[in-house]
C-alpha cells in the first residue's frame, strides 16, 4: 500500500528530472549511496561529495552523510561538514541547502573562511549565495585583515563576542553588528516531512 502511495511521487521524479532539473542535476558520490523509493530521497554516507550548479551558482557539500532530494532541490549534511562555495568555505556539524531558493544554513561549531581575508567562527549562520551575504548568529567572533571594509559607524573588537554579524562576501564588508540582540533560531527541517509534504503535492 505504501508503495502505492510512493508511486505518484516517484513518475513525477522521472518525468520531471529529464525535463526541468537536468541542468541542475546534483554530482553525488559516496563510499554507499542508495535511493529511497519510499522517502524519494538519495541516502550517502561515508565520504559524501555533493556538487549543486544552479544557473552558475556552484554549491560544493563534502560530509560524513548526507540526504538528497533531487524533486524539491534540498540537501541535508552532517558530520565533519564542508560547503564551499566560490572563494568562500563554511564547515560545521550541520547543514541544509536549498538550490531554489540558493540558500544554505549551517550548525554547531561554525568556522567560515574567505579567501578575501575573513575568518568567523559562530554557532549558526545563513548564507544567501545569490546575493553573497551571510548572516551569522551567536557566539560570533571576527578576525579580520586589514583588507576588510566595515559600514560607516562599524568597529569589529577584538576578541569582542557578537550576536549577529552580516557580511558582503563580494564586497568584503561587514554590513552589520549587533552585541546584544534576539537572533532567529535556525532549525533544520526533518527530510522524512519535506519527502511527505513533496507526496502530497504530487497527488
Known amino acids: 500500500m505504501k508503495l502505492l502511495k510512493i508511486l505518484p511521487l516517484i513518475i513525477l521524479l522521472i518525468v520531471l528530472v529529464p525535463s526541468k532539473s537536468f541542468a541542475d542535476m546534483p554530482e553525488i558520490k559516496a563510499g554507499e549511496t542508495y535511493f529511497d523509493i519510499f522517502k ?4 550517502l554516507k561515508d565520504n559524501v561529495h555533493v556538487v549543486i550548479n544552479n544557473h552558475g551558482h556552484k554549491a560544493t557539500i563534502n560530509a560524513d552523510e548526507a540526504k538528497v532530494n533531487v524533486l524539491t532541490q534540498k540537501c541535508w549534511a552532517e558530520g565533519k561538514v564542508n560547503l564551499t562555495h ?21 550548525i554547531g561549531n561554525v568556522n567560515f573562511n574567505s ?7 559562530s554557532d549558526t549562520a545563513v548564507f544567501n549565495w545569490s546575493e553573497k551575504i551571510v548572516d551569522f548568529y551567536n557566539n560570533v567572533q571576527i578576525k ?11 568597529k ?7 550576536s549577529h554579524v ?12 549587533e552585541e546584544h540582540s534576539e537572533t532567529p ?11 511527505e509534504t513533496a507526496e502530497k503535492e504530487a497527488n
Open 166 to 177: 552580516r557580511y558582503n562576501v563580494i564586497e568584503n564588508k561587514i554590513l552589520m553588528i
Open 86 to 106: 566560490d572563494k568562500e568555505t563554511f564547515s560545521c556539524d550541520r547543514a541544509y541547502l536549498q538550490w531554489k531558493t540558493k540558500t544554505a544554513e549551517v
Open 156 to 162: 569589529v573588537k577584538k576578541n569582542k563576542i557578537y
Open 185 to 195: 533560531t535556525i532549525e533544520i527541517p526533518d527530510p522524512d516531512e519535506d519527502a
Open 40 to 43: 524519494g530521497y538519495y541516502v
Open 144 to 154: 579580520p585583515e586589514k583588507d576588510l571594509q566595515l559600514a560607516d559607524g562599524l
Open 115 to 121: 579567501k578575501k581575508i575573513l575568518s568567523v567562527t
